[in-house]
């Protein structure tokens, strides 16, 4: 793992025992560029949480999906997971009897910004934490 320069990138198949591997990944590479717990925590669980998505809604068989951790000076943490689906996330409105569906509304509510890009095969979903 290579916490040297100001981003880390790794793409992992859909599959959901992955998602515990993003989080410690994140978190080791946070660690080592020295972001306050709270900072790390928020973003890990946004990355998680948009990790979880793209394995439910855009598993595509032999496709991975991309995530990517970034960081400048000022302890900006920016967040992205890419998928090869060419489906939007859409947000949902709070469903207290629903067992799913939260997964934006807690991006929404823990991330300074995040917004939807599309790219040529499927789409990324970005988001900003700052400390």
Do not use: C
């Amino acid at each position: 793992m290579n916490t040297e320069s100001n981003s880390w990138r790794r793409s992992f198949m859909p599959v959901v025992e992955n998602i515990p591997e993003v989080r410690l990944g994140a978190r080791l590479v946070l660690a080592a560029w020295a972001v306050p717990a709270d900072v790390s925590e928020t973003a890990v669980l946004i990355l998680s949480e948009l990790a979880a998505n793209a394995v439910r809604h855009a598993r595509i068989p032999g496709r991975t999906f991309d995530v990517t951790l970034t960081h400048d000076d000022q302890k900006t943490i920016e967040i992205e997971v890419g998928d090869g689906s060419p489906h939007l996330p859409v947000l949902k409105p709070y469903d207290p009897e629903a067992t799913s569906g939260r997964g934006l509304l807690l991006v929404e509510a823990l991330a300074d910004t995040w917004e939807v890009r599309h790219r040529e095969f499927g789409k990324t979903v970005w988001a900003r934490v700052l400390a």
